[in-house]
């Protein structure tokens, strides 16, 4: 029995899962220079959200266990998106050569499975 007996838990479908281009998540991205730039020369100006430490630590993991658990995207109105954590691991990704980069995104509301689907077919290597 719940603790609260007034109290349901919404049912979420699973987080769906899929690999995306660097290339086009910065061709979206890029639009807000102050937290997103794969350029290290930008990245080090003052405009930028940038925390070198985390870019060490995901570059040391990429090359020592090759494992990078998943970027979380968040949906925006219609079937825009923003990266909720993961910047800098895909930053990571980019300058070790990688081209792709597993992708999470978490159904919010209903009709959210839809919106992912396109997404991952817009984002598709």
Same mark, same amino acid.
């Given at each position: 029995? +719940? =603790? ?8 979420? +479908?699973?987080? %769906?899962?899929?690999?995306? &281009? ?12 102050? =937290?997103?730039?794969?350029? %290290? ?11 070198? !430490? %985390?870019? &060490?630590?995901? %570059? ?15 949906? =925006? $109105? !219609? ?7 993961? =910047? ?22 209903? $009709?959210?499975? $839809? ?9 598709? +290597?």
């Amino acid at each position: 029995m +719940p =603790r609260y007996p007034h109290w349901t838990e919404a049912e979420f +479908p699973a987080a %769906k899962t899929f690999w995306a &281009s660097i290339a086009k998540i910065d061709e979206k991205m890029r639009e807000d220079p102050y =937290r997103w730039t794969l350029s %290290k020369e930008a990245r080090l100006g003052q405009y930028a959200d940038f925390k070198p !430490g %985390k870019l &060490s630590h995901w %570059k040391n993991i990429i090359r020592t266990s090759g494992q990078v658990t998943p970027t979380e995207l968040s949906l =925006r $109105g !219609g079937d825009d998106f923003d990266v909720m954590d993961g =910047r800098h691991r895909i930053y990571a990704l980019h300058e070790e050569g990688f081209t792709d980069v597993l992708i999470q995104v978490l159904p919010m509301e209903p $009709g959210d499975e $839809g919106k992912i689907d396109r997404l991952a077919e817009r984002l598709a +290597p």
